[in-house]
């Protein structure tokens, strides 16, 4: 037998029932309490559950589906609670009560999933389910609409037949009705209201004969409704439909769903105005609600990313064009911290005092301070003169957030970073505005805390140029775009050749050969440097054995080494491989690495450069003299070469006007790699005195434009030949 839902289930089932199997039933149970008592629906408890269950499966479902498909499978929900004859805006208030305290982070069935996206896709699902719901209930009440117009137009068309039975029938129609009626004549006279529309607005049926249609427009209706109503009296149209306010008879506003439609006698001529209320009071507020939910941060009740984006635009848009704006982009410094340390609790906490901080600063001045997401805030300064202004509000803010906080009988500090941009309208878009702010807060961050930094159209293209090229690092080591030049390295006893050194080159599609300094600092930070060091390994590899064949004796191929591949656990392999692959002898085979990537070698590093020197690969430590120089560490590596850096070499230049203590300097780090075994090769040979130099030093080999410059495997044949 259906009965309404009224009240909770019975304590004592509860009290002995088992633990729900699982948490979807449980929250369905939690959802069916709170919407009970709330509609008439037409099931026993456990059914009122079951569908309940199988609509919160298709809203989890939902989660998984694109942003399109979820708002749609959200409303499909909203329109079964309706269906399902959940028809008071209560039903929907409780609803979503339950399903907003269960999403992500609520503790209900919904996923857990960390961080806010997670949350933004259940409120949006949430939301699209109150936002079915609303047009199904509209949509109800339309049909309810449509159904009185049909019974009158029926009661009308059978007035000769059936007057009678017609006139009960529209009297049923017209007294049993949930949604208020009004019938008046064509001056405006009021005839006739239901029971409903008494209750709506709170007048007796009296007053309301003795009052006409235009008493009870609302002062807030806009020119729009008197047109319409207008031009239905006039019978220039037959109905009309839009959302108005009434005045109840307490003096408060109540929004409706107002068709008024035009009633037509047997020769179509207009004889009756009819009026069909409908409360949407509740559903307004929601819906307010939820836009502004949708518009503005939870947390803080600012303006979010969306909102501050769409203010942007239309800042833009409405700018004259000599306008000029500014951006001040604020980031908390080590807002992580407090996190995890004081909870995220006090972190929230945190972020509404600044916001409130912010708010106090731009307030007085006309501006908004949005957020835009984590520990991120923005002001926007529309017609700016120049970064001047932008610069005082920017210091002004960072004096504002330093200020302790104090938050549950704590003391917190914290400082903030803020990057400041401001362009003329006409140079740049929006996208292009935000972006510059964000990458002038990097550069405020890099400088410390509590720092602003301007942005500076020259330092963003430098910045702009290396994004550009550690994006197109990747293909080129995948592709061809890695060359590898060679630069000799002489014995200076008798200016044969000693060795080669690999040096590698890019062939930038636009920006045409670029040196190693453009863009391998590039590959040690974004790892890149691993794949490219191996793609140089093996081309040096093979190109040596080309030049020099195989023979333990010959000229060697030197490669440089960074950090990062030294701390590599697969070097020695990747070694290993292209020895092999190429054929060359591992005595052929040096590898360079500079004092910091081996000075407090971790257990990994050494055991890596005993590895290589057991293969019987040279080692050598590139450009002494710019770390620690310390040699009684290096005593301790198995090292083979040492090569001098060419800072040592500036006093050298000429016999003339050599410097004596440089000339010593050198003499003795000669001498002390020599009594530690190792040979010396002097970097930065420019000139003949530089070598006659060296020569009486008996520094072993050099390697400089002199001897020599870095140039293409093609172009090296005269490189065999002595100097």
């Known amino acids: ?38 509609s008439y629906v037409p099931l026993q408890p456990d059914e009122l559950q079951e569908l309940l269950r199988g609509l919160l499966r298709r809203l989890l479902a939902a989660l998984d589906e694109p942003p399109v498909r979820q708002g749609s499978l959200g409303r499909q929900v909203g ?19 339950v399903l907003l305290d269960c999403g992500p982070g609520g503790g209900g069935a919904a996923p857990s999933r960390e961080g806010a996206p997670a949350d933004r896709r259940w409120q949006a699902l949430v939301a699209a389910v109150a936002e079915g719901f609303s047009a199904a209930l509209q949509e109800r009440a339309l049909r309810e609409q449509e159904e009185i117009l049909a019974a009158a137009t ?8 059936a007057l009678h039975v017609s006139q009960e029938r529209f009297r049923a129609v017209f007294e049993g009705a949930t949604i208020g009626i009004g019938i008046g004549d064509l001056e405006g006279r009021i005839l006739d209201v239901n029971p409903a529309l008494v209750r709506l607005l709170g007048h007796p049926v009296e007053e309301f004969r003795r009052r006409s249609v235009q008493e009870f427009m609302h002062p807030a209706d806009v020119e729009q409704v008197w047109r319409l109503y207008g031009e239905l009296i006039r019978g220039e149209r037959d109905h009309f439909r839009l959302e108005k306010q009434f005045l109840k008879s307490d003096g408060e506003s109540v929004w409706t769903d107002l068709t008024v439609s035009l009633l037509r006698d047997g020769d179509g001529r207009p004889r009756y105005q009819l009026a069909l209320i409908h409360d949407v009071t509740a559903l307004r507020h929601l819906r307010r609600q939820l836009e502004f939910e949708a518009q503005h941060d939870a947390l803080t009740g600012l303006p979010n990313r969306r909102t501050f984006l769409a203010h942007l635009e239309a800042v833009f848009a409405r700018a004259a064009p000599d306008a000029r704006a500014g951006l001040c982009y604020l980031d908390l410094d080590g807002f992580k911290a407090v996190n995890d340390t004081l909870g995220h609790e006090v972190g929230d906490q945190l972020l509404v005092a600044v916001a409130q901080r912010l708010q106090s600063v731009v307030r007085d001045r006309g501006l908004s301070v949005a957020r835009l997401g984590g520990d991120e805030f923005v002001v926007l300064v529309p017609g700016t ?18 200020q302790p906080v104090q938050l549950g009988g704590r003391r917190v500090e914290i400082t903030a970073s803020v990057g400041v941009v401001e362009r003329s309208i006409a140079d740049i878009d929006p996208a292009e505005l935000l972006r510059a702010a964000d990458m002038t807060l990097y550069w405020a961050k890099a400088d410390g805390r509590s720092q602003w930094a301007l942005f500076e159209p020259e330092r963003d293209a430098r910045e702009m140029t290396r994004y550009r090229l550690s994006s197109a690092l990747p293909a080129a080591v995948a592709g061809e775009g890695l060359l590898v030049h060679y630069q000799p390295l002489r014995r ?48 040096a590899c093979r190109q040596a054995f080309s030049w020099f064949g195989a023979s333990r004796s010959g000229p060697f191929v030197s490669v440089n080494l960074a950090s990062r591949q030294l701390r590599d656990e697969h070097l020695v392999d990747d070694v290993r491989a292209a020895l092999s692959d190429s054929g060359l002898h591992p005595q052929q085979l040096q590898l360079e690495i500079t004092e910091s990537a081996v000075i407090g070698t971790d257990p990994l590093t050494g055991h890596t450069l005993d590895a290589l020197a057991g293969m019987g690969v040279r080692l050598a430590i590139d450009d002494f003299g710019t770390g620690y120089s310390n040699l009684a560490y290096l005593r301790r590596l198995p090292l083979d ?22 000339v010593q300097l050198v003499g003795s780090i000669v001498s002390l790699a020599h009594l530690l075994g190792l040979t010396v090769t002097a970097e930065g040979v420019e000139t003949p005195a530089q070598v006659t ?21 093609a172009d090296l044949g005269q490189l065999l030949d002595p100097v």
């Open 492 to 539: 200076l006893a008798d200016g044969r050749l000693h060795g080669v050194e690999a040096l590698v080159r890019w062939e930038h599609p636009r920006m045409g050969l670029l040196g190693p300094e453009s863009f391998v600092g590039l590959a040690e930070e974004s790892g890149m440097i691993v794949p490219l060091g191996r793609h140089v390994l093996r081309a």
């Open 79 to 97: 329109a079964a609670l309706v269906d399902a004859h959940f028809t008071n805006p209560q039903s929907l208030s409780q609803t979503l009560c």
């Open 1 to 38: 037998m259906s009965t309404a839902v009224a009240g909770s289930r019975d304590d004592g089932d509860r009290a002995g029932a088992a633990v729900p199997p699982d948490p979807v039933g449980a929250l369905a149970a939690r959802w069916a309490d709170a919407v009970a008592g709330t």
């Open 154 to 161: 029926a009661a009308r068309e059978q007035a000769r037949e």
């Open 641 to 662: 070469e040492l090569k001098l850096d060419g800072s040592f070499l500036r006093g050298l230049r000429s016999d003339d006007a050599a410097d004596p203590v440089d």
């Open 385 to 402: 003169s120049d970064s001047a202004q932008l610069v005082a509000l920017a210091e002004e803010v960072l004096a504002a957030v330093a």
């Open 693 to 713: 130099i060296l020569r009486e030093l008996e520094c072993d080999a050099g390697q400089g434009t002199y001897l020599g410059s870095p140039a293409d495997p």
